[in-house]
């Protein structure tokens, strides 16, 4: 299956700071999407992006398909942003596979 | 649009009894998938339905753990004899076909 390494594994900011989160993965990929999960929370989709670049709000999204690379760039970052990101790629009609998650804590 | 729902939210079993949880997708996705999400595993994969057929089994637990989705507004997720390790969140997905995922609040099964 998809081996999916998300870097780096904790992250701590100050607020205002900006973040760059970095997904790679082992096959190619036709489905990416980074969730957002605070602590206790549900997996909020933040992005659906298989390959280009996505922008909302603070928040940017870069996929290069053919490299298996994804990332995802907060600017300046808010307490608020604190929590665990993760990145999903898949292939067609099969399942998503995890990456770990990156920890992002944002201190005033 | 009430997204995926999962119920119940929070379920305590004793050790040895049956646990079933219940998601019911997004009107008109096609596919339904289950995940289990722990402190130490993090969010593995269990199960996958596309137009409710059962497509992807492999990270299903055989002997204790079942799932169905008898139609397209709901599926179960079946424990026979719970054990402590199977304490998790469980997760359900919907998705639209090869598009975007949703995910529901999630389900905290505690066994004691």
């Known amino acids: 299956g998809q081996q999916v390494q998300q870097s780096p594994a904790s992250l701590v900011l100050q607020e205002g700071e900006n973040a760059e989160l970095q997904c790679n993965f082992s096959?190619?990929?036709?489905?990416l999407q980074w969730f957002y999960q605070h602590p206790g929370g549900r997996l909020v989709s933040l992005f659906y992006?298989?390959?280009g670049t996505k922008h909302t709000g603070r928040l940017t999204s870069t996929t290069v398909t053919n490299e298996r690379r994804s990332s995802l760039h907060i600017s300046s970052s808010q307490t608020t942003d604190s929590g665990t990101y993760f990145c999903?790629?898949?292939?067609?009609?099969?399942?998503?596979?995890f990456g770990k998650g990156t920890s992002l804590t944002v201190i005033p | 649009n009430a997204g995926v729902i999962q119920t119940p939210r929070h379920k305590v079993t004793g050790k040895g009894q049956e646990a079933t949880l219940w998601c019911e997708p997004i009107s008109g996705h096609s596919a339904v998938f289950w995940y289990r999400q722990t402190i130490v595993q993090g969010l593995e994969f269990l199960t996958y339905?596309?137009?409710?057929?059962?497509?992807?089994d492999s990270g299903m637990p055989k002997e204790r753990f079942s799932a169905q989705m008898p139609n397209q507004s709901h599926s179960t997720l079946k424990i026979q004899s719970t054990q402590p390790q199977d304490s998790a969140v469980y997760l359900c997905a919907s998705s639209p076909g090869q598009a975007e995922v949703f995910f529901g609040k999630g389900t905290r099964l505690t066994v004691v």
């Open positions: 999903a790629p898949n292939t067609g009609y099969q399942n998503f596979y």
């Open positions: 096959s190619t990929a036709t489905r």
């Open positions: 339905f596309r137009n409710q057929a059962p497509i992807d």
């Open positions: 992006n298989p390959s």
